[in-house]
């Protein structure tokens, strides 16, 4: 690339400090460089422009699921609850059952 190209690239990007032609290969690599990395910049940043879109609708639909898991939950809970309670009724019963039958038992012996 010749020189006043080369100023014209840099002028064009707001660099317009001089340099000597003995610089010139490397102001043109380090340019090169420049330009390779402000479009990997800014295809990044495009990339995260649209993750962050995307990340914004995902919670957005999340948002009715974890109000239905929050309720699930505690319909859960309840259950589980009403069930131990159920089970320590049926156990209580049982338990006056086989005292009810122990004492019918001992009266029958006693009749006999």
Known sequence: MNIPALE???AQLHYSLP???????LVEKLLSDLLTFKSLND?????????????????????????ENERVVRENNQLHVEIIEAKEA???????????????????????
């Open 8 to 10: 014209l690239k840099l």
């Open 19 to 25: 340099f000597t032609v003995d610089s010139a290969a």
């Open 90 to 112: 049926r156990e209580r019963c049982e338990i006056e059952w086989r005292e009810k039958l122990r004492k019918v038992e001992a009266e029958m012996e006693d009749v006999r």
């Open 43 to 67: 295809s990044l940043s495009q990339k995260l422009y649209a993750s962050e879109l995307q990340l914004s609708k995902d919670q957005q639909s999340l948002a009715p699921l974890r109000a």
